[in-house]
C-alpha cells in the first residue's frame, strides 16, 4: 500500500497537491465536531523552531549559553524529511528521499514577546493528502545545525555524513573536534517529528516543530591567580594585609590533552536511544589529542569561562591516566623563552564522565604559595549510569 501514491505525491513538489480521496471528516476527528478537507487546497509544509530549540547558539557556530539564547538569523540547518504512504514509522524502514539535507534559513523572531522563528526553504512543498480506508499518507521530518553543505564545508566544520546512511533510517554523523575553541562547532540534533499528516496542518500557518538538542560536552574553566599578600603587625598591635607582587603574571596555555576527538554520531532509531560511538584502538577514524583555550585573557587578568572559552567536546569517560587539563603559567619578572625557570605547569588528572548537553565547569586557583589547587564543587555525574546510555565503542 505504500507506493500507491508515491510517485503521485512526488510530482507535487514544489507545485500543487490534487484533490483527496476523502473530502468530509478526517479520520479519528469526532462528527460533532468535523474538520473538513478542502479538495485542491495546497498545504504548504512550513517548519518552526520551538522555544527548546532556541538555546545556546550565537552568531558563530558553537554554544553562547545564557544571554543570547536563538540561532542567530540568516544561519542555516539542514531538514531529512521521509515519505511513509501509510506505514508508521515504527512499521518499516523509511528513506529520506522527501527532503535530503534540505537548507533552511532561520529567519529573525517575530517579535521578543513570543520568541517565535521560522524556518524558510525554496522551493516550497505541499502536504499529501491521500486518503485510503481511514488512513493518511504521513511525513517525518528531523534537522541538525549546524548545516553543511558540501564536502569543503563538512571539512571546515568537522561534520560528515554519508548519503547512504540515510537510506534506512535517521543515518549518522561523523564528529571531528576542532583543535581551538574558537573554531569549534554546536552540534545539535532535533526530535523526530514521525507520522505527521495533512489533517494536523489545515490551518495553513502551522508549522512542524523543529526541537534541538546539544549532542557535545561544555567544558568552561576558570583560573584564579591570587595575588601574595603579607600581614604586617605593628607596634600598637593593629594588623595591616599588605599585597605583594604575584608569584605568576599571566596564563600563557590552558588545554585538555588525551581526548577523543572523533566518534560517530547515531540519531535514535526504533527503541534505541541516539549514542556516540567512541572508534576502538584498531578503527581508522579513530584520532586522540589536545584541545587547546586559545582566547586566553592578559596580562595580569584571570580566566573567566565564558562562550569565547568554552571547549566544546564529543561526550566520553575521562581516564585518569590520559585525560588531562594542563595550565601553564608565566613567572612574574621572568623572560619568554620556553624554560621552567620562565613558566611553570599544572597537570591535573580528569575521571569524569562528560554526557551530551551538559556543562562541566572546573575552578583552580593558584595561591600565593605557588601551588594549584582544584576548587571544582561538583565532579563526576550522581545517580548517572556508568556510560550515560550514550556512549559506546566501535
Known amino acids: 500500500m505504500k507506493s500507491k501514491h508515491y510517485i503521485w505525491t512526488f510530482a507535487l513538489l514544489g507545485l500543487t497537491a490534487c484533490g483527496s480521496e476523502a473530502d468530509s471528516v478526517m479520520p479519528g476527528i469526532v462528527e460533532e465536531e468535523p474538520i473538513q478537507v478542502i479538495p485542491n487546497k495546497n498545504i504548504p509544509i512550513q517548519f518552526g523552531l ?24 540568516g544561519r542555516k540547518v539542514g531538514v531529512f524529511g521521509y515519505y511513509q504512504g501509510y506505514e508508521e514509522w515504527e512499521t518499516s524502514p523509511m528513506k529520506a528521499d522527501f527532503f535530503y539535507n534540505e537548507p533552511m534559513t532561520v529567519e529573525a523572531p517575530l517579535s521578543d514577546e513570543t520568541k517565535t522563528t521560522y524556518l524558510t526553504y525554496s522551493p516550497l512543498r505541499f502536504w499529501p493528502n491521500g486518503n485510503e480506508n481511514g488512513k493518511e499518507e504521513m511525513l517525518s521530518f528531523y534537522a541538525y545545525y549546524p548545516y553543511v553543505e558540501d564536502a569543503a564545508a563538512a571539512t571546515a566544520l568537522g561534520l560528515e555524513m554519508t548519503k547512504e546512511k540515510f537510506l534506512l533510517g535517521q543515518g549518522e554523523f561523523v564528529f571531528t573536534c576542532k583543535d581551538k575553541a574558537s573554531e569549534q562547532i554546536d552540534f545539535m540534533i532535533s526530535d523526530l517529528d514521525k507520522d505527521q499528516k495533512r489533517s494536523d496542518y489545515l490551518d495553513g500557518d502551522k508549522r512542524v516543530p523543529i526541537t534541538f538538542y546539544h549532542q557535545l560536552s561544555r567544558i568552561l574553566i576558570n583560573i584564579n591567580i591570587d595575588p601574595a599578600t603579607e600581614t604586617i603587625i605593628d607596634s600598637d598591635n593593629n594588623a595591616t594585609v599588605v599585597t605583594k607582587p604575584r608569584v605568576y603574571d599571566q596564563i600563557t596555555e590552558v588545554k585538555v590533552v588525551g581526548v577523543h576527538k572523533r566518534a560517530t554520531f547515531i540519531p535514535s532509531k526504533i527503541e534505541e536511544r541516539a549514542k556516540w560511538e567512541i572508534p576502538l584502538n584498531d578503527n581508522p577514524i579513530r584520532l586522540v589529542g589536545d584541545v587547546t583555550v586559545d582566547n586566553l585573557p592578559g596580562t595580569n587578568q584571570n580566566l573567566v569561562g565564558s562562550p569565547e572559552t568554552a571547549l566544546l567536546l564529543i561526550p566520553q569517560r575521562c581516564q585518569q591516566e590520559t585525560h588531562k587539563i594542563v595550565i601553564k603559567l608565566h613567572k612574574v619578572g621572568q623572560g619568554t623563552e620556553d624554560n621552567d625557570e620562565n613558566y611553570k605547569t599544572f597537570p591535573v588528572a580528569l575521571t569524569d ?5 551538559r556543562d562541566y565547569e572546573y575552578n583552580f586557583r593558584v595561591s600565593e604559595t605557588d601551588e594549584l589547587q582544584d576548587t571544582t564543587d561538583f565532579r563526576g555525574n550522581a545517580g548517572i549510569p556508568e556510560d550515560g546510555g550514550l556512549i559506546t565503542n566501535s
Open 50 to 73: 520551538s522555544e527548546q530549540a532556541n538555546t545556546r547558539a550565537d552568531g558563530t557556530y558553537y554554544v553562547e549559553g545564557h544571554d543570547n539564547n536563538v540561532i542567530p538569523a
Open 353 to 357: 564522565l562528560w554526557l551530551s548537553g
